[in-house]
């Protein structure tokens, strides 16, 4: 059973910098990805960012096109985690923030190209002007 993990959403004001962490454990992963969704309030579920090892320390990211530059995705794969480095936080960036992993390839290029079967409970972020 594969179990994921996020941490560290919270309030803060417009402009602010926030760090969530995410963490995949319960099986052994060679080849995965992972990934930050967001759902804000009536709104669908949208792609935030995604990291991809393709085994050892090579690793690709992909970005949403509205985080132009403003987040920031890193990882450890010895510790299958993945971290999303918020800065100058918007009122529309708030939502809950899940993280996902995936094992199996065949998902879209622009989302890291694995399928995503694995999903956190979400944490809230709230950006506040």
């Known amino acids: 059973q594969v179990q994921v993990v996020e941490r560290g959403g919270g309030s803060v004001q417009s402009g602010s910098s926030l760090r969530l962490s995410c963490a995949a454990s319960?099986?052994?992963?060679?080849?995965?990805?992972m990934a930050w969704f967001r759902q804000a309030p009536g709104n669908e579920r949208e792609f935030v960012g995604a990291?991809?090892?393709?085994?050892?320390?090579?690793?690709?990211?992909y970005y949403a096109d509205f985080v132009k530059g403003r987040f920031t995705i890193s990882g450890d794969n010895a510790k299958n985690s993945m971290y999303l480095q918020m800065n100058d936080l918007k009122p529309e960036d708030t939502a809950v923030y899940f993280c996902?992993?995936?094992?199996?390839?065949?998902?879209?290029?622009?989302?890291?190209?694995?399928?995503?079967?694995?999903w956190g409970q979400g944490t809230q972020v709230t950006v506040s002007s």
């Open positions: 996902a992993a995936g094992t199996r390839e065949g998902g879209s290029y622009r989302f890291g190209g694995y399928l995503y079967d694995y």
């Open positions: 319960g099986r052994t992963f060679s080849s995965y990805a």
């Open positions: 990291i991809r090892w393709n085994g050892g320390n090579t690793f690709y990211t």
